[in-house]
């Protein structure tokens, strides 16, 4: 089944501010949240969706891409991140539960899953891969070491020795309380955070002699990342749950990949085009010749027709880099610059001085000899 529109999800439209996405997103969840609509399977899909909805419209970079291209826009180049896979219920609380601290659900205000307990999860990571331009053009799969913490061995993640735990008397393992005020309108009931668990459900009787009651340490992981062709420079690529581990058996947060291209010796970058900057002599320019241009994949050969002038564009389609949602390739633009000799014989002065005044060497401009301008204009359409 083809997925619905986000903004059809939160009743908006491509003009909605993130105040209106928020407020929409919010409205949803609380009317689809699973403690009021308990074992109802089709009000935790539209939970689920609301929140996919919500997780690319409200990152300014994701709805630009939703907005050009569509659900393919935000599929593409996220190395497994973002929720386009399925969204879990844990995903949800844990990424947008501080949205709905004061709603009154237990199953918000930072992590609860589906029985009520909070799920704690890790912090995310950064860092930065440089590539070459190669690598960009036909994606590239790059293993890294990353300090980071994982899960303790000793304890498995629990934080307690021996990987024992006792149900925290407070809230009788249900990670939330429920406390009864009096206010004018009547005796109001809300649901907060265990305060003796810290919203676990289960509490450390005798902690861990190696990671101190936290069910996380310090090391080093190698983590393979497979990166997309066509990146660009400071782009960020997120894998899913390579961050740190959550404490005290919590989940993973993830690996913010950030793009660094490593300059070309000859090609520059433009987007998705590439720019070689060519010099011929005048010479060749005026007689014609063939001249032999670096591109991504090897050499190529080109043409000059005689006459050429100088800051001619010459193209070579689909020679570029491709683009990072599948939409074609860029091309390779020769720019044709003339030499113009610095030092001259006497004998060189001499064939010149004949050539002067000669009737084929005076500018003539004609109407298909285009302006600076209009040669700028055309190389990068």
Not at 167 to 192: E, I, W, Y
Request: proline share 4%; charged share 25%.
């Amino acid at each position: 089944m083809a997925k619905r529109d986000y903004y059809e999800i939160l009743g908006l439209t491509k003009s909605a501010t993130p105040e209106e996405i928020k407020k929409a997103y919010r409205k949803m969840a609380m009317q689809f949240h699973p403690d009021k609509n308990p074992g109802d399977k089709a009000a935790e899909e539209k939970f689920k969706e609301a929140a996919e909805a919500y997780e690319v419209l409200s990152d300014q970079d994701k709805k630009a891409k939703y907005d050009r291209f569509g659900h393919e826009g935000v599929k593409a180049g996220f190395g497994g991140g973002g929720f386009g896979g399925g969204m879990s219920m844990d995903d949800i609380f844990s990424n947008f539960g501080s949205i709905f601290e004061d709603a009154g659900f237990g199953g918000f205000g930072g992590g609860f899953g589906g029985g009520g307990a909070r799920v704690n999860r890790g912090s995310n990571l950064r860092v930065k891969v440089k590539l070459t331009l190669e690598e960009i053009a036909h994606g590239v799969e790059k293993k890294i070491k990353v300090n980071k913490y994982n899960q303790c061995g000793t304890c498995h993640g629990t934080g307690a020795q021996g990987g024992k735990m006792s149900t925290c008397g407070t809230c009788k393992g249900q990670g939330r309380v429920a406390q009864v005020a009096s206010t004018p309108f009547g005796r109001m009931q809300t649901v907060t955070t265990c305060p003796n668990c810290g919203g676990q459900g289960k509490v450390v009787t005798d902690k861990c002699n190696t990671c101190f009651g936290e069910g996380i340490q310090q090391g080093e992981e190698v983590i393979s990342i497979k990166i997309p062709a066509g990146v660009s420079n400071e782009m960020q690529l997120n894998v899913s749950g390579k961050g740190n581990a959550g404490p005290r058996g919590g989940i993973n947060g993830d690996l913010i990949v950030v793009i660094e291209e490593i300059p070309h010796e000859t090609l520059i970058r433009d987007g998705n085009n590439l720019i070689f900057n060519q010099y011929i002599s005048f010479v060749d320019a005026a007689m014609g010749t063939t001249i032999e241009v670096p591109t991504i994949e090897g050499k190529a050969r080109l043409k000059v027709e005689p006459g050429t002038q100088a800051g001619k564009v010459l193209r070579l389609r689909e020679k570029g880099l491709p683009d990072i949602d599948r939409y074609g390739k860029g091309d390779l633009l020769v720019n044709i610059n003339v030499w113009t000799p610095k030092n001259l014989t006497n004998e060189e002065r001499d064939l010149l001085e004949k050539l002067r005044n000669s009737p084929n060497f005076k500018p003539n401009p004609g109407a298909a000899d285009k302006s600076f301008f209009e040669r700028m204009k055309e190389m990068f359409h």
